[in-house]
């Protein structure tokens, strides 16, 4: 039973330019949520995808967009990168059925920003 | 924002001893989870606590939640320097079908062997 899986495992950009994250989730999982990690900082909310639609938002610009397709996999794209936008980037599924607390977090991407 | 706010940041313990990690919230939850992480990875949920939940145990770990005080704690008996990770606490509320993870910044521990 494969886990969540993340796309790059790593990833260098120049500010300005674009980038797109991949996660598939856990097999039999249908939300993928996205989560931003600076260094020395908890993971902090960026949205969360639900049948292919965005269902929740944190408080991040519209730079931030993001994507599900129908086999549940998921992207995030950034605009416009800033070097604050230096950071791991975590990818969690779940299972809305039954409204499953627990979230299984891929191992993430790290970005650079220079 | 983080929600959150876990105390220690860091605890230094020797092999053998408890480590406590407290964690404290502001708003209603709907269940309170404890996550580890190993050197900036990803993250593996350890245990989760209800908000009708007073305590709760799963082998070496022990939670327990105050809702009254908005707060828990995580216990580690008997620590193994295996156990040298990032411990995050992520509180919990129901948007819909789905839950939102909102996560403190986390206690390092470093047990010694």
């Known amino acids: 039973d494969a886990g969540v899986t993340q796309s790059p495992t790593h990833l260098i950009k120049t500010r300005g330019q674009q980038v797109t994250l991949r996660c598939s989730p856990k097999s039999g999982h249908d939300t993928v949520s996205w989560y931003q990690q600076a260094l020395g900082q908890g993971p902090q909310f960026i949205f969360q995808y639900y049948e292919e639609e965005e269902r929740q938002r944190g408080n991040f610009p519209d730079r931030f967009s993001g994507h599900q397709f129908p086999n549940y996999s998921s992207e995030l794209n950034v605009n416009a990168l800033l070097l604050g936008d230096s950071a791991l980037y975590l990818c969690?599924?779940?299972?809305?059925?039954?409204?499953?607390?627990?979230?299984?977090f891929g191992p993430g991407t790290r970005l650079l920003v220079l | 924002s983080q929600q959150g706010e876990e105390d220690p940041q860091a605890l230094s313990i020797q092999e053998g001893e408890n480590a406590t990690m407290n964690c404290s919230y502001k708003t209603s939850i709907n269940n309170l989870q404890w996550y580890r992480q190993n050197s900036g990875r990803g993250l593996v949920h350890l245990i989760l606590i209800r908000s009708n939940e007073r305590e709760k145990h799963s082998g070496r770990l022990r939670v327990t939640l105050d809702t009254s005080k908005k707060s828990s704690s995580l216990l580690i008996t008997a620590s193994r320097a295996a156990d040298t990770a990032s411990y995050f606490c992520?509180?919990?509320?129901?948007?819909?079908?789905?839950?939102?993870?909102?996560f403190g910044k986390g206690t390092l521990l470093t047990v010694n062997p």
């Open positions: 992520a509180t919990a509320r129901l948007g819909g079908s789905n839950y939102k993870l909102t």
């Open positions: 969690a599924s779940s299972l809305a059925t039954g409204q499953q607390e627990t979230q299984y």
